[in-house]
């Protein structure tokens, strides 16, 4: 079965949100849902996400998973509008124990935040196996970016967050905490091996070169072919230093520090204050 994609470009942070289905009337998951956040005023948004809900509310969509291909450091996640809205179980990799506990001790989360996964209503393993209604789905780790990096195949398509951008722009970065090169590469390989090379690929970002819009699908045997990266023939020696190098260049994300507080948190702010008021910490000389 082939599966029925609709993607969403989020401009301000460059990030494509997707949603899965087997066509009108059945059930979908959700791929990496964007709250909007103004990082001058502090305030949110929910245009993103509410195109997301407008289109499955059209198509007569039900919601069964909320997925997230890992703990995002561009963007905050939508994944608990998306439920409170359209009902859904929130999914991520098992491996965000280890995010948690990185960025527990960089925003001093204090004892009440459980670096347990526990926020999240699924755990996924490698290789686990699920199902998007009629759709066949299975999860592969793919480390490198972060630890807790998931790729998402659903039938013929795979959803692989940050590990893999398009053929023009390369592959993630590697230098944020738990990050590896070397961890990247093997699991760029996987990715590129294992699936066979008519398998649709979405990417959750996009920055084109000049002259080109953005885009956000391509192929397993396209990435093999033309990925200025990690093509094949290139070795993981020559991967790790251009990939080192270029992310001494790279300046880190705007939204980076709040980005990270939310969605180690399955997408919820902080704890209110006493007084009410949800805040966010800016770490100061500690990344």
């Known amino acids: 079965m082939?599966?029925?994609?609709?993607?969403?470009?989020?401009?301000?942070?460059?990030?494509?949100?997707?949603?899965?289905?087997?066509?009108?009337?059945?059930?979908?998951?959700?791929?990496?849902?964007?709250?909007?956040?103004?990082?001058?005023?502090?305030?949110?948004?929910?245009?993103?996400?509410?195109?997301?809900?407008?289109?499955?509310?059209?198509?007569?969509?039900?919601?069964?998973?909320?997925?997230?291909?890992?703990i995002h450091a561009d963007h905050l996640s939508a994944a608990p509008y998306v439920k409170e809205k359209l009902g859904?179980?929130?999914?991520?990799?098992?491996?965000?124990?280890?995010v948690q506990r990185i960025f527990k001790g960089i925003f001093n989360a204090g004892p009440g935040f459980a670096t347990d996964g526990s926020q999240f209503d699924h755990?996924?393993?490698d290789g686990e196996s699920f199902d998007v209604g009629a759709l066949k789905a299975r999860v592969m780790h793919v480390p490198g970016h972060?630890?807790?990096?998931?790729?998402?195949?659903?039938?013929?398509t795979v959803f692989v967050g940050d590990t893999l951008?398009?053929?023009?722009?390369?592959?993630?970065?590697?230098?944020?905490?738990?990050?590896?090169?070397?961890?990247?590469?093997?699991s760029v390989r996987r990715l590129l091996d294992d699936l066979p090379g008519e398998t649709r690929m979405f990417v959750c970002h996009d920055y084109p070169p000049a002259g080109r819009e953005p885009a956000w699908q391509t192929t397993?045997?396209?990435?093999?072919?033309?990925?200025?990266?990690?093509?094949d023939g290139v070795p993981e020696a020559d991967f790790v230093?251009?990939?080192t190098d270029r992310d001494k260049t790279l300046d880190m994300p705007?939204?980076?520090?709040?980005?990270?507080?939310?969605?180690?948190r399955a997408g919820h702010l902080p704890p209110a204050e006493a007084d009410g008021v949800h805040y966010l910490k800016i770490p100061v000389d500690r990344l």
């Open 2 to 70: 082939s599966a029925v994609v609709q993607s969403f470009l989020d401009r301000q942070t460059a990030t494509v949100s997707h949603v899965v289905h087997a066509g009108p009337g059945s059930v979908c998951a959700v791929i990496d849902a964007v709250h909007d956040f103004d990082i001058k005023s502090g305030r949110r948004r929910t245009d993103s996400a509410d195109r997301i809900i407008e289109y499955v509310t059209a198509n007569r969509l039900r919601v069964d998973w909320i997925l997230e291909t890992h």
């Open 88 to 98: 859904g179980r929130i999914g991520v990799g098992e491996r965000v124990r280890d």
């Open 123 to 125: 755990l996924f393993s």
């Open 146 to 156: 972060t630890p807790a990096c998931v790729a998402f195949v659903v039938e013929d």
């Open 165 to 186: 951008f398009l053929p023009d722009v390369g592959t993630a970065r590697c230098d944020f905490p738990g990050g590896d090169p070397a961890t990247l590469y093997r």
């Open 220 to 231: 397993v045997a396209e990435q093999r072919r033309a990925n200025i990266h990690v093509r």
């Open 241 to 243: 230093t251009l990939r």
């Open 254 to 264: 705007a939204l980076l520090l709040p980005s990270v507080q939310c969605n180690m």
